[in-house]
């Protein structure tokens, strides 16, 4: 295990082309941030003091409870890089490309991942679609490991020539010359900058993984990862369940309404007619705030394909309404975002209330829920009726969060005998 560790912390240290490039994504978070926006800053913590576990759970859970943004999307995926899963982190990184990220770190990251995933193939259309935007340093290496060496040595041939000459430059070349093949040439190269003594021991290293089969090695090598089996991205975070801008739930009263209900993604119910949206019933606010809590998690089953909702529907909700007001026993809930923990889940209810001030109407509902054997905190508001729902989520939204909206599966009007459990706030 120690001659493991050495040998990964000596190919780092050797060739640096990739690795500072690729690893080092910021966030940034304003002064009153988000409930995702705290799980991808505790992600990105997380990376920083090497605790890989932690930080995929609070990924995950920052794109649950933001799905379309780009920027946790990349984050997830940095989050599968470090630890080896390089199936997952490729998906995450396409993900984060089809939402708007045109970034040149998140193109040499896909491109990374997809090479360590052995698709060589498809990291060089990738590098190719992006060779203006990343630097040739980390461009040659790249094209390098997916298995162009000769195309790789080049680009760095040419950088170097243009006066960009350093020890990145020459060590990445050196590494291209390996992969090729090009040893007396790998060598020179590499003498430029590793004393006389540890060359043979630099060469020694390369060779260890310079086999076309060992191209994961290679990869989890070159950034320091472990090399592991990866199952790919669980299947609730993929970007087509939530294509559609306004979700609904089955709504029917059966035993597996509830798992429908309250998975994630939530499932949409295709129409033959455009409904017309039911008045919203105005009804006294409760005189405190209801607050329950679901002892029980939910076991989440495979969630159903989304299917898109009428755009009709988009056009029948105008886009300022006044506010909903809770109905005395609402039929829906909405879900505003799911954390790893209840207390990150009681803290993401009071920044949701802070920006959406007419959730003090209603109940918060926080429950538990296994998703794929993990213990997610999904954060929901209880008493609306169907047109209350569909209208306080597309006010969420215009704040920059996600909103899924429901019926509810337990019925409205909260607890009772077999019910959820009712939590002080």
């Known amino acids: 295990m120690k001659t493991q560790t050495t040998s990964r912390a000596a190919m780092?240290?050797?060739?640096?082309?990739v690795l500072s490039f690729v690893l080092l994504a910021g966030c940034t978070m304003g002064d009153k941030p988000a409930p995702s926006q705290v799980s991808a800053a505790d992600a990105k913590q997380m990376m920083a003091k090497g605790q890989t576990n932690g930080a995929i759970d609070a990924a995950e859970a920052a794109v649950l409870a933001s799905p379309r943004d780009a920027g946790y999307r990349a984050v997830l995926g940095n989050a599968y890089l470090q630890a080896g899963r390089f199936e997952a982190?490729?998906?995450?990184?396409?993900?984060?490309?089809?939402?708007?990220?045109?970034?040149?770190?998140?193109?040499?990251?896909?491109?990374?991942?997809?090479?360590?995933?052995?698709?060589?193939?498809?990291?060089?259309?990738v590098l190719a679609a992006n060779r203006d935007k990343i630097p040739a340093g980390d461009l040659g290496l790249a094209v390098s490991l997916a298995g162009d060496p000769r195309g790789g040595i080049q680009i760095l041939t040419s950088a170097l020539r243009t006066g960009?000459?350093?020890?990145?430059?020459?060590?990445?070349?050196?590494?291209?010359?390996?992969l090729a093949g090009q040893w007396r040439e790998a060598r020179l190269m590499a003498a430029e900058d590793v004393p006389a003594d540890q060359v043979g021991k630099r060469m020694a290293q390369w060779a260890q993984t310079a086999r076309p089969d060992l191209v994961r090695h290679r990869v989890a090598?070159?950034?320091?990862?472990?090399?592991?089996?990866?199952?790919?991205?669980?299947q609730q975070l993929a970007l087509r369940n939530y294509e559609d801008a306004v979700q609904f739930a089955?709504?029917?009263?059966?035993?597996?309404?509830?798992?429908?209900?309250?998975?994630?993604?939530?499932?949409v119910e295709a129409r033959a007619e455009t409904?017309?949206?039911?008045?919203?019933?105005?009804?006294?606010?409760?005189?405190?705030?209801?607050?329950?809590?679901?002892?029980?998690?939910?076991?989440?089953?495979?969630?159903?394909?989304?299917?898109?909702?009428?755009?009709?529907?988009?056009?029948?909700?105008?886009?300022?309404?006044s506010a909903p007001k809770a109905v005395a026993s609402g039929s829906h809930v909405i879900q505003l975002g799911s954390f790893t923990s209840r207390a990150r889940a009681e803290k993401a209810w009071n920044i949701y209330l802070a920006r959406n001030p007419e959730l003090e109407a209603f109940e918060r509902v926080i429950t538990p829920a296994k998703v794929r054997g993990k213990l997610y905190y999904r954060v929901q508001a209880a008493g609306f009726d169907r047109s209350g729902a569909q209208s306080m989520c597309s006010a969420v939204k215009q704040?920059?969060?996600?909103?899924?909206?429901?019926?509810?599966?337990?019925?409205?009007?909260?607890?009772?005998?077999?019910?959820?459990?009712?939590?002080?706030r």
């Open 164 to 178: 960009g000459s350093t020890a990145k430059l020459r060590q990445n070349l050196a590494y291209s010359y390996a």
């Open 12 to 17: 780092r240290n050797a060739v640096t082309g």
């Open 275 to 321: 409904p017309r949206p039911a008045p919203v019933v105005a009804a006294a606010a409760p005189s405190a705030p209801r607050s329950r809590y679901v002892s029980n998690p939910v076991v989440q089953a495979i969630a159903p394909r989304s299917v898109a909702a009428p755009r009709t529907d988009l056009a029948r909700a105008p886009a300022a309404r």
């Open 89 to 125: 982190a490729a998906t995450s990184y396409e993900d984060a490309r089809a939402l708007g990220d045109d970034s040149a770190r998140t193109a040499l990251s896909l491109a990374l991942a997809k090479i360590g995933g052995g698709k060589g193939d498809e990291a060089l259309k």
């Open 221 to 234: 090598a070159l950034i320091d990862v472990p090399v592991v089996a990866d199952p790919g991205q669980p």
């Open 250 to 267: 089955r709504e029917d009263n059966s035993d597996a309404s509830l798992e429908v209900a309250q998975a994630a993604p939530v499932g």
């Open 399 to 424: 704040n920059g969060e996600g909103c899924l909206a429901y019926a509810d599966p337990r019925g409205g009007g909260g607890g009772g005998a077999g019910g959820p459990v009712r939590a002080r």
